[in-house]
């Protein structure tokens, strides 16, 4: 009986309030550690994203060490001449030589396209990577090249997402994922590329930046055309295309055009344009008395060609 009247023990009102209390600590713990898992996994997504720059910095990098340069093709090849397609802040258009060749194919030199655009959705921004392939019977001509009017664009053989959060035009930036040494594609040969990568733009968290820059040892550059042209005596005419340069060393061809219609017209056609007047880097014309339009003509090896031109009284 005595235990019975016992006031040893924890009142109804006790208890609740133990309870009350026990789940408050229950949940600020489980706060801490959803804030925990939170911050865990925006680190993992943000490194997983970094991983997948770096991945693009190297690849970019590998594959414009390894152009295709134009002398790969055949020696007809004025269409496309050039390595690098198309140049600008935010989409690279260029040929490289593929890792290795398709059975069967007739692409001899093993050239693709490879592209790397960025999407300017928001608030992140998506790197893709699209690669344009062929085998066919035409395979020393490249195919036109696909669309280049969205990122990714149509026609494109295949699409990859590279990195997802790029952040170089997030809140209105305009941080040029690609810079050159030249405005003109012919005369690219320095490409450096800086990424800013940021899982949650916005956020006072700071962005991560990865950057390279790669000299193209394989871009054949057009050459240089440089000429003058002396009037004497009965109207003749000494044209010297000394002047004129190939910045990888190679010989040059020389064909010299008098009052040429436009475009130039084919030398190497029957029969030949009357405007096509001689071939060399020296040349001696006699002339009508009067003004003419001389022009000079000069092509590398690959065939990329550059003209200079001179105008006077003879």
């Known amino acids: ?26 949940g600020s713990t489980l706060t801490v550690l959803a804030a ?20 693009y910095l190297d690849r970019l990098a590998r594959q414009l060490r390894n ?10 090849y004025q269409a496309q001449p050039y390595a690098v397609d198309s140049a ?29 655009c960025l999407d ?14 062929w085998t066919n019977a035409a395979s020393n001509m490249p195919p036109a090249l696909p669309s280049t009017a969205a990122c990714p664009g149509t026609g494109w053989t295949t699409t990859k997402k590279l990195v997802s959060v790029a952040a170089n035009r997030v809140g209105g930036q305009n941080r040029p994922l690609f810079t050159y040494n030249s405005s003109d594609p012919q005369r690219i040969t320095e ?19 990865l950057a390279t820059g790669v000299t193209l040892r394989n871009q054949n550059r057009v050459p240089i055309a440089g000429m003058t042209a002396t009037a004497t005596a009965g109207h003749h005419a000494i044209l010297n295309g000394s002047g004129s340069e190939d910045p990888e060393g190679m010989p040059l061809t020389y064909q010299w055009y008098l009052d040429p219609p436009s475009p ?5 056609g029957t029969p030949v344009p009357a405007s096509c007047i001689g ?12 003004n003419h339009r001389i022009v000079l003509l000069v092509k590398d090896p690959a065939g990329l060609p550059a003209t200079d031109e001179d105008t006077r009284l003879y």
Do not use: W
């Open 67 to 76: 152009l295709a340069s134009p002398s790969l093709f055949s020696a007809n």
């Open 88 to 116: 600008s802040n935010y989409d690279l258009v260029f040929r490289v030589v593929g890792d290795t060749m398709p059975p069967g194919s007739l692409n001899t030199a093993n050239v693709k396209r490879v592209r790397y």
């Open 36 to 55: 925990t898992n939170d911050n865990a996994r925006h680190q993992q997504t943000a490194s997983d994203n970094q991983d997948a720059a770096r991945i």
């Open 279 to 290: 071939t060399g880097v020296v040349f001696e014309k006699d002339l009508t008395a009067g």
């Open 264 to 268: 130039l017209p084919d030398c190497g």
């Open 191 to 209: 490409v450096h590329s800086e990424i800013f990568v940021d899982t949650t733009p916005g956020t006072p968290a700071k962005e991560t930046r």
């Open 1 to 26: 009986m005595g235990r019975l009247r016992s006031e040893r023990g924890m009142t109804l009102i006790e208890l609740l309030l133990g309870s009350v209390m026990a789940v408050i600590v229950l």
């Open 120 to 133: 300017n959705a928001q608030p992140s921004q998506t790197l893709y990577q699209q690669e344009q392939t």
